[in-house]
Each structure stands twice: as structure tokens, then as C-alpha cells.
């Protein structure tokens, strides 16, 4: 081997552990949540948990093929802060991974609103920008919902 072949090599090797060991690594802690029916509503026992207030449910189904249904939760702390909180429910997997795809594919500003999108079995829940602070409370009890924890 020469030295411009032993520097590409070094250099090829750089790269991998920049991009792949990390995308890697990802994906390894943080696995897919895998398709499962949940029976109950996630987000209305997770604040309870976490001492919210439900002031408004109101049911809502979004424009997606296979959509379900869902709710639009508005939750207040002790504080008086307040969040809106959209969930739906899917027909299964490839639906929701579809919606989850179109969410993710958008540009923000041009068709996706910012925010976050979590997934808990059949249900996408999507959280809005947090100003008050709730998402500190309502998230790990959301995260004690995925399968595993």
C-alpha cells in the first residue's frame, strides 16, 4: 500500500466513526416502539401521574388514511400552564408509520408544524412547543407507557 492509500484508509475510518457508530448507537437506545393495541388513553393517565389537570378533551381525527380517531387534550399544572396535546389512533402499522413518514418529511414552515411526535403502540401523540414547562412532567410518564419500561 502506499501512503495516499493508507491516508484514505484512515481517512474512510474517520467517517465511519463520525456518522455510523453514533447512528448506531442510537438505535440501539432508543428502539422502534413496536405497533400494539393500548387500551386506555396514554396521555390522560400520564397526567394523572404527573399531577396535571385536564381542562378540555375535545375527539379529532386527522386527514391520514387508516386514522382512527383521537383527542385533543388541553392540560394545565399548578402553575397555570397550559399545553394542547393531539393523539390518534391507527389500523395498523403501516398506517401509522406512514403518518409518522409524512410528519417527518415536511419542512418546518412549509406544511409541518414544530413540535414533537411521540408513539406509543397505535397511537402517535403529538406535542406542541412546551413554553410553561409541562413536558417535564407529562414526558417521563408518557415514557413508562412504551413497552419495556
Known amino acids: ?32 416502539e413496536p405497533y ?10 400520564a397526567a394523572q401521574n404527573a399531577g396535571l389537570t385536564i381542562v378540555n378533551t375535545t375527539d379529532f381525527t386527522w386527514n391520514f388514511p387508516g386514522a382512527l380517531g383521537g383527542k385533543i387534550y388541553v392540560l394545565r399544572d399548578q402553575s397555570g400552564n397550559m399545553l394542547t396535546v393531539q393523539t390518534q389512533s391507527f389500523d395498523s402499522p403501516e398506517s401509522r408509520d406512514a403518518a409518522i413518514q409524512a410528519h417527518s ?28 414547562g409541562i413536558l417535564v412532567t407529562l414526558g417521563p410518564e408518557l415514557y413508562k407507557k412504551k413497552v419495556g419500561r
Open 1 to 32: 500500500m502506499s501512503k495516499t492509500d493508507n491516508v484514505a484508509l484512515t481517512i474512510l475510518i474517520i467517517l465511519i466513526l463520525i456518522f455510523l457508530v453514533p447512528l448506531g448507537w442510537v438505535m440501539v437506545a432508543f428502539p422502534a
Open 105 to 132: 418529511s415536511q419542512s418546518v414552515g412549509k406544511g409541518k408544524p414544530i413540535g414533537t411526535i411521540v408513539t406509543i403502540g397505535q397511537q402517535i401523540i403529538y406535542i406542541p412547543p412546551d413554553q410553561g
Open 36 to 45: 400494539r393495541i393500548i387500551v386506555g388513553e396514554p396521555i390522560s393517565e
